[in-house]
């Protein structure tokens, strides 16, 4: 795969409409939703994002033994990342559904956190440890971008993701000093996010056997819109050591 081809499949995201189920289970469930999404203090999502991504040392999802010099034996790595982790997530978010919503409740964290390990290894199957203070804020700007539904945003938040990117493919430093308020930032973006959007796409989970079926799906989407989330930041960071 060349720079023309990796920069096609960048502007193809770049272009995409939101998944089907940001257009369609999140219209539908909204009502429903919104009451749900408001009994879950936001200072929970907080408290999971951060503890979360803070363990950086938890397992990986998958064995990587690729080299990731080679740009498309570490793109194919990132989609068997990506899999992994929908897999994963569709099995314990039917397991949630079956029991309805005290459960689907009950899966929110194990969901973000099998996400931030999903950009994580990501990263590291394109060549980035992803250790610092620094990486976690970006691996929390993707996991912001993955969970937003509206376009212009998103291309918005590229833009930002984009421009903290050097022409090493490194990020641009920040004062040490800024990192943390700069964090709670995007934590508090995403935890607003991941209330009002990922806890609505639940609201179908409410029905035992029903819910089983629609957490399965609702899990394995969002897995999947982060891992394209993913490969596309650090395809970016990538091409940018190519050029």
């Known amino acids: 795969m060349n720079a023309a081809q990796i920069e096609a ?12 189920l940001g257009r369609g289970i999140e219209k539908l469930t909204n009502p429903i939703g919104g009451a749900i999404a408001g009994m879950i203090p936001k200072s929970l999502f907080e408290s999971v994002l951060k503890g979360i991504d803070r363990a950086v040392d938890t397992p990986a999802l998958m064995e990587l033994d690729h080299d990731p010099a080679d740009f498309s034996a570490a793109r194919d790595a990132a989609r068997e990342v990506g899999r992994k982790a ?15 919503a005290l459960t689907a409740s009950a899966d929110i964290p194990a969901t973000i956190a099998i996400a931030l390990r999903n ?11 992803g250790d610092g203070k620094r990486e976690r804020l970006f691996r929390l700007q993707i996991l912001e971008i993955a969970a937003l539904d509206e376009h212009a945003e998103k291309i918005a938040r590229l833009d930002a993701l984009e421009a903290d990117i050097d022409d090493m493919g490194a990020l641009n430093a920040v004062d040490t000093r800024s990192i943390e308020p700069l964090v709670d930032q995007v934590v508090e973006r995403v935890s607003r996010a991941i209330a009002l959007a990922s806890v609505r796409q639940r609201a179908g989970m409410v029905v035992p056997l029903l819910g089983s079926v629609v957490g399965g799906f609702v899990n394995a989407q969002f897995q999947r819109d982060v891992s394209r989330a993913a490969r596309y930041a650090f395809q970016a960071r990538r091409l940018r050591t190519m050029a």
């Open 9 to 20: 499949e960048q502007i193809a995201y770049r272009n995409a409409k939101p998944s089907f």
């Open 119 to 129: 950009i994580r290894d990501t990263g590291r199957a394109y060549g980035f440890s």
């Open 86 to 100: 929908w897999t994963i997530n569709a099995s314990s978010g039917a397991a949630a559904g079956f029991g309805g």
